[in-house]
Nanobody, 124 residues
Framework: LQLVESGGGLVHLGGSLTLSCTFSRSAVEYYNSGWFRQVPGKEREGISSISRSGARTNYTDSVKGRFTISRDTSKNTVYLQMNSLKPEDTALYYC??????????????????WGQGTQVTVSS
């Protein structure tokens, strides 16, 4: 399984971006999916996850109310809609897929497959 992220870029404070993560095959409904981000010198941070059924989602506190995770099985794609962006959201964003049962934990060690990352930069 391969994951390809897209949609990153440069936005101003308060702006919006939608990240996409496309699976290499028709498999979105067979994996739990997650979004993570990382800045140089820091550990990778879990942002949001969605269960393979799409019925359950979870968010880290810093993005609740601003980010929304969703998926479109017909397009084999998982999305992260990001609104009200802040400079502290600047990071390399990764999507990931897990074959484990959905725990809701934003733990990178639960995810086996990773994309290459897409850069998000928020200017003030």
């Amino acid at each position: 399984l391969q994951l390809v992220e897209s949609g990153g870029g440069l936005v101003h404070l308060g702006g919006s971006l939608t990240l996409s993560c496309t699976f290499s095959r028709s498999a979105v409904e067979y994996y739990n999916s997650g979004w993570f981000r990382q800045v140089p010198g820091k550990e990778r941070e879990g942002i949001s996850s969605i269960s393979r059924s799409g019925a359950r989602t979870n968010y880290t506190d810093s993005v609740k109310g601003r980010f929304t995770i969703s998926r479109d099985t017909s397009k084999n794609t998982v999305y992260l809609q990001m609104n009200s962006l802040k400079p502290e959201d600047t990071a390399l964003y990764y999507c990931a897929a897990s074959t484990l049962g959905y725990s809701g934990r934003l733990d990178m060690h639960e995810y086996r497959y990773w994309g290459q990352g897409t850069q998000v930069t928020v200017s003030s």
